[in-house]
DNA sequence: CGCATTCGTCAAACCGGTTAGATCCGCATG
DNA sequence: CATGCGGATCTAACCGGTTTGACGAATGCG
């Protein structure tokens, strides 16, 4: 057992505990000789500081938080996420800083995790899936916790921003399309009050211009098959529709193709996020990859030099890049 | 800011931390009439308690831990892992227990994370990627960390392990194959010192006999297309292949279509894992499901029983299912 | 040589909870 | 009426670090 304590340290030094501590920390001058004897006896216990009695006396945790309101099913499905963490991650492990996640079932429960992150269990958090006005930007404001927000929020706020222009990549294929000589294109995006839903949807809308066909998905692989059943029942069907991710844009394909069509000469079809597997997919799908461990390692320095009293900015990632495949080529 | 602490509920309430306390644990009696005093209290302050304050008082973090030695991007690219630590969140979403997830780029980094978690960080260990005789066991039984082996470790342990039969579906595969007249079915394994890639690697071997065309990747698209590589350049190249995962799987497949043959007509496929694109590849890719979240559940659930003093106990999940699809069917 | 300054260390308070032991109270019992 | 007892609350120590103010010794300066 681990028991040692800075006292144990001391004492085999010779010292008292204030001294361990700043021979470890370097706050104050120590002799070289006694430094030398602290970190000895340190080594010969092999002491390791305890995380909770540092963080109680600190009022810092060394830990940032992701906090996730998603049904754990549906964070399996999705090729973003592990990616974002991964880049986090990637930040985390120059300092000695811990990531917490956590998963909850419901608003009540989520407010009631970040409360208690605020309280001593995370230094910061950063959110995800934002939607507009989100109620966790006040409520993060509230509790004084630092946070950095993944996502072209509007609403002024006093935290740091990650974005990225999601809007380039859906004007480039929707030109792209036309080239090929695609008029009725339609668009199946996530739920339209995530705002990378919506900035996407807006782009789309703008790009066709008077003849949106859009309809509203919810990322899952069943609603983009039902979104597409509806798009191609119409009396006249699209000839190309982009998707707001690949698993419903991969759904989609699925129907498209067992109601007879063949993809990409009657029906192109692209998605978004590029997950690891469309391009081996076959016809290979196009899609956007968008960078999501570059914006994970922007989104944990942001936080990171939140914490540490940085003025909060916005950053914009550009990262997002569109990859024409077979989907899309007539 | 959130600075209220419980001795300003005490004040506000007329009684003592103590009190306040007892009332919000119950772990000593207090009248109706006080407890609801506090609780009134607590509620107008919206007091939260700390969390690093009570981790030093009680010993215990409410939290537990997985380190990863991988390279990030690994990450990323596994369909295991998200679906894994969905299901160990679907367990810990109904206590208050946070998941602190640390990535660490080499085995000195990992052995600090351990002993720091040991330190007050977590109250346990979910150990994955498993290694024969692997170095963490030994290390956490000394640092006397609780912790829940995920795959079959074969040493003696005192830990928890959650297992599944990876032979059983290996076997059904090869059977299979066998039975659509397959004679010559390879092999690309994960490495070999991890237990997982060598159970299914013996299971391969007992199953085929002796002739045996075993080759050892290490996960990665580029070792997948590499191992297949060269046995396709074999004198008599293998009819069917079993990669030990999807990635792999697939970027065989891409390389075997490059190279002029048809799948699964010229070459069966078969991955590991299922990843949730893999129904939707054409040919879809034959996989085994290996319930990851099941297995997230199991562990996080032996983990917390471990933790309250339960007995170690190894827990055989059947979550194994093999689907047959096209990439296999002749 | 006397006094101010700097350097290195110590003692003690503090962070915000939990918990063992002491105390106080009211009520039942001998 | 004294005693016992159990329930409710209080007091104070404790968890293991960090940090501030103080103090003695060594050094610098006039």
Redesign the interface.
Same mark, same amino acid.
């Given at each position: 057992?681990?028991r040692t304590t800075i006292a144990d340290v001391a004492r085999e030094a010779g010292v008292t505990k204030a001294t361990v501590s700043h021979a470890m920390s370097g706050k104050r001058p120590i002799s070289d000789d006694t430094r030398a004897k602290v970190l000895a006896a340190a080594e010969r216990l092999?002491w390791?500081?305890?995380?909770?009695?540092r963080? !109680?006396a600190t009022?810092r945790?060394n830990?940032l938080?992701v906090v996730l309101a998603r049904d754990?099913?549906v964070?399996?499905? +999705?090729?973003f996420?592990?990616?974002f963490?991964?880049?986090v991650?990637?930040v985390?492990?120059e300092t000695?800083t811990?990531?917490?996640?956590?998963?909850?079932?419901d608003r009540a429960?989520e407010e009631?995790a970040y409360?208690?992150l605020?309280?001593?269990?995370a230094d910061g958090a950063l959110l995800l899936d934002l939607r507009n006005d989100d109620w966790r930007v006040p409520l993060l404001e509230e509790? +004084?916790l630092p946070a950095v927000l993944v996502g072209a929020y509007e609403q002024p706020t006093r935290f740091s921003c990650v974005r990225t222009d999601d809007a380039a990549p859906v004007r480039e294929i929707i030109a792209h399309l036309r080239a090929d000589g695609h008029e009725r294109i339609a668009h199946v995006s996530g739920p339209l009050d995530y705002v990378h839903s919506r900035v996407r949807a807006d782009a789309y809308t703008d790009a066709v211009g008077g003849d949106a066909l859009l309809r509203e998905g919810d990322f899952t692989a069943s609603s983009g098959r039902e979104r597409t059943a509806e798009l191609l029942a119409l009396p006249e069907r699209p000839t190309a529709i982009l998707y707001s991710n +690949?698993?419903m844009a991969?759904?989609g !394909?699925?129907y498209a193709r067992s109601s007879g069509l063949s993809i990409p000469r009657d029906l192109a079809i692209a998605g978004f996020d590029d +997950?690891? !597997?469309?391009a081996? !997919?076959?016809?290979a799908l196009t899609s956007v990859s968008s960078g999501?461990?570059a914006r994970g390692r922007a989104a944990a320095r942001l936080l990171q030099a939140d914490i540490l009293g940085a003025e909060p900015r916005t950053e914009v990632v550009d990262c997002n890049v569109v990859h024409f495949r077979e989907s899309t080529t007539r």
């Open positions: 057992m681990s092999n390791v500081p305890s995380q909770s009695a963080a !109680l009022q945790a830990a938080a754990p099913e964070i399996a499905n +999705d090729s996420f592990p990616a963490i991964a880049g991650e990637s985390l492990a000695e811990a990531l917490i996640l956590q998963v909850v079932p429960a009631r409360r208690s605020s309280r001593g269990r509790l +004084d +690949d698993t991969i759904a !394909l699925s +997950d690891h !597997l469309s081996h !997919l076959s016809p999501p461990a």
